[in-house]
């Protein structure tokens, strides 16, 4: 697209935005679900072990509580994908925005390729999430299958 330089400008700054927009989508998204996912779990273990619906509640909790685990894990892993994704574009268009020339009349692309790019931000921090939601729900594991064997 051939434009003047402001023009060019806003647009990849209404492109940043749109992916922060995204990136703090997911992150909330991680926050919601892991913790849904683990008080779910203890939802679930506290209504089978009082309801007793089934001969044997605390084999079926335990074998949730592993399904919930696994769907925790791969959610996580695959939003995990996703933000690093977001945070590759954001980079690619900021380092776009910083490189835009006056004299330049060239086309602008606002969606290059980003494969290549690595991000400032790696969101290493979200890693405590599903760690201490897996604590919570193997101690939980623990205890039910110690009261079993007790």
Same mark, same amino acid.
């Given at each position: 697209? !051939?434009?003047?330089?402001?023009? !060019? @400008? %806003?647009?990849?700054?209404?492109?940043?935005?749109?992916?922060?927009?995204?990136?703090?989508?997911?992150?909330?998204?991680?926050?919601?679900?892991?913790?849904?996912?683990?008080? %779910?779990?203890? *939802?679930?273990? *506290?209504?089978?072990?009082?309801?007793?619906?089934?001969?044997?509640?605390?084999?079926? %909790?335990?074998?949730?509580?592993?399904?919930?685990?696994?769907?925790?894990?791969?959610?996580?892993?695959?939003? !995990? #994908?996703?933000?690093?994704?977001?945070?590759?574009?954001? !980079? #690619?268009?900021?380092?776009?925005?910083?490189? &835009?020339?006056?004299?330049?009349?060239?086309?602008?692309?606002?969606?290059?390729? @980003?494969?290549? @790019?690595?991000?400032?931000?790696?969101?290493?921090?979200?890693?405590? &999430?599903?760690? &201490?939601?897996?604590?919570?729900?193997?101690?939980?594991?623990?205890?039910?299958?110690?009261?079993?064997?007790?």
């Amino acid at each position: 697209m !051939k434009a003047d330089i402001q023009i !060019k @400008a %806003s647009v990849l700054s209404t492109m940043m935005t749109e992916d922060r927009q995204e990136i703090r989508g997911l992150r909330a998204s991680l926050y919601n679900i892991v913790s849904l996912l683990s008080l %779910s779990s203890f *939802a679930l273990t *506290a209504f089978l072990l009082d309801k007793k619906p089934v001969t044997d509640p605390i084999t079926i %909790s335990l074998l949730t509580d592993f399904l919930i685990l696994m769907f925790l894990w791969l959610f996580f892993a695959r939003h !995990k #994908v996703d933000l690093y994704h977001c945070r590759q574009a954001l !980079k #690619v268009r900021q380092e776009l925005i910083r490189d &835009l020339d006056e004299n330049d009349a060239s086309d602008l692309d606002p969606f290059p390729d @980003a494969s290549q @790019a690595i991000p400032d931000i790696r969101d290493s921090e979200l890693w405590w &999430l599903p760690i &201490l939601a897996t604590a919570g729900i193997v101690i939980k594991m623990l205890v039910l299958w110690q009261s079993t064997h007790a």
